[in-house]
């Protein structure tokens, strides 16, 4: 009995030699391959935008008053993500705006941005406005997730 034989019996499968052989042309596997990877582009001369990432959250009365919803004030009872990203001399219709469940891809003519984001987002129901007078585009995007004891909701 040695250290290495605790937990479950591992068997040993010659099925990785047959998916060797079939694919010895491939470089990796897509499991190998880091998320977002695909985006990077460091040969890209546009520069990076100024941005802020803030979290909104839905409070009533009884969070306010009596607390009795055990929310906080910290970024885990967040329900929205707001991303503001600062476009000087931009049109609307220039800009190029991908968002994934963790990446937030955006290209515009003078600026690049591939902000790997803080929590995984719902990437279908998202909205994005740019704000015209201020030079800003403002990405709002729901935060999804798993249920705890503080996200109940």
Known sequence: MTP????????ESTDTSQVQSENRRTIWNTEE???????????????????QILFK????????FFGMSRKDPSTACCEDMVIKIKL?????SDITLDIQDKVLDLRTPQKKLLLHLPYPVD????????????ETLEVTLRVSRMFDFINFL
């Open 4 to 11: 290495a034989s605790i937990g479950p019996v591992k068997k």
């Open 33 to 51: 391959v880091p998320e977002g990877s695909e985006f990077d582009d460091t040969w890209d001369p546009r520069e990076q935008p100024e941005y």
């Open 57 to 64: 959250q839905c409070v009533g009365t009884e969070d306010v």
């Open 88 to 92: 000087p001399e931009t049109k609307y």
């Open 123 to 134: 990437s279908k129901n998202g909205k994005a406005r740019f704000l015209s007078e201020e």
